[in-house]
Structure formats: C-alpha cells, structure tokens
C-alpha cells in the first residue's frame, strides 16, 4: 500500500506538529487537527492559537504563504506554562470538568472530591466554564507550584516538544474511548430495539393464535 503523502497532507501534517496539543479551542475549532485542516485548506488564518501565540504564528508563516501577523484581537492571550487547580473544600463533585477535560487530566468520581493532574494537565482552561461552584484556577506552571503539587515537575522538566506529544496521546486517546463508548452504546441500542421487535412479534403471533382458537372453539360449540 503506498503510503506516500500528497503536499497537501505534508502540510496539514506540518501545521499541525506545530500547534500545541492544548486543545483548548480557543481558536474556534474542536480542537488542534481541526485548526490545522482549516489553516491547510486556506480557509483561516495563521493568528488564532492563543497559547501558541507569536511562536507559533511564527513557525507557521515559515511553512504557509501567510504573513506573520499578531493574534487575532478576538482571541484573549494565554500560557502554556500553566496549569489548572481546585479548591477542594467547594468541590462537590460534579465531574462536569472531566467531561470537559480534553486529555484527561482531571480524576474522580461523582460526589466525590476531584484532584488534578498536574504532571499532565496543559492548563487549557476548558473545565473553568461547567463548573458550578467556580472552584477551579489556571495558574503558572512553574518551580513554586511545584512546592505544594511536586507531580508537576514530571511536566516542567518536558520540553514544548514532549508535552505536545504527550497531550496529542491523550487527547486521541480520549477520542478513541468516546468513540468505541458510543459505538456500544448504539450497539446495545440496536440490540434493545431488536429484543423489542422480537417481543412484539411473537405478542402478536399469541394474539393471533388466540383468535384463531376462539374462532375454533366457537365453531366446533356451534356444530
């Protein structure tokens, strides 16, 4: 099988070892692959990666035919040297955040206090909106965190280049586990509907048998 790239997947492939991983949508795409496909078919600019930011606009001027301009106004600036936290005593946990968490940094069960993953955690920001109680922050990634949660060194000692990967690992990886959770979902759906119908069948082959028996019994009453 030829498994040779056309320019256009080379390019798509480019644009997209270069974006951060975060997943944060911040651009206005579902996530990094997305940003990427639409900035390979010329469809958007260059300046929409907030924690990017100049680098990346940079980085992908060098490999587009678009100038490097600033990021876009409506884009608000953000860091890829920080991380997320919870104030534990106004969890009530919701696990609204892990739904919202794009590469599964964020552990717990409902009703039960959550923690984060700081030694994997890319401080996207995306748990911030559901939660009810506000008790979630972004703050910097850096060696006085690592005083109280020593976990994020694992990622302060990662260059840009590691954590990328590692956040695209576990971000694909939870794409892939939500499609196979749907999948079977649908399958025991179809499986349910199945039963149902089988069911319906045979109720309906009883109620037939039973009128065919009434009709019998009336017949041989009135012979």
């Not at 010329?42 to 600033?70: F, H, M, W």
């Not at 534990?88 to 959550?114: M, N, W, Y």
């Not at 499609?179 to 199945?194: F, G, I, N, P, V």
Request: overall charge positive.
């Amino acid at each position: 099988m030829n498994t040779t790239l056309t320019p256009s997947k080379k390019l798509l492939n480019k644009i997209y070892q270069i974006l951060p991983q975060t997943q944060c949508q911040s651009c206005g795409y579902k996530d990094c692959l997305a940003y990427a496909q639409a900035i390979s078919e010329s469809k958007e600019n260059i300046n929409r990666c907030a924690p990017g930011g100049e680098q990346v606009i940079q980085d992908l001027a060098q490999i587009t035919t678009y100038p490097a301009v600033p990021l876009d106004v409506n884009i608000r600036p953000s860091d890829l040297e920080s991380t997320a936290l919870i104030d534990e005593q106004f969890c009530i946990g919701c696990t609204l955040c892990i739904d919202a968490c794009p590469i599964d940094s964020i552990v717990g069960a409902a009703k039960r206090v959550h923690s984060i993953l700081n030694s994997l955690c890319s401080g996207c920001g995306l748990c911030l909106p559901p939660c009810p109680t506000n008790c979630i922050e972004i703050v910097p990634l850096n060696l006085s965190l690592a005083t109280n949660k020593p976990s994020s060194l694992e990622l302060i000692n990662l260059n840009q280049t590691k954590r990328s990967a590692l956040w695209r690992e576990k971000y694909e990886n939870k794409q892939l586990r939500k499609e196979k959770e749907s999948a079977e979902l649908k399958q025991k759906k179809t499986t349910a509907d199945a039963d149902l119908t089988l069911i319906k069948n045979k109720a309906t082959r009883i109620t037939t048998a039973m009128e065919i028996a009434r009709t019998r019994l009336a017949q041989i009453s009135n012979s």
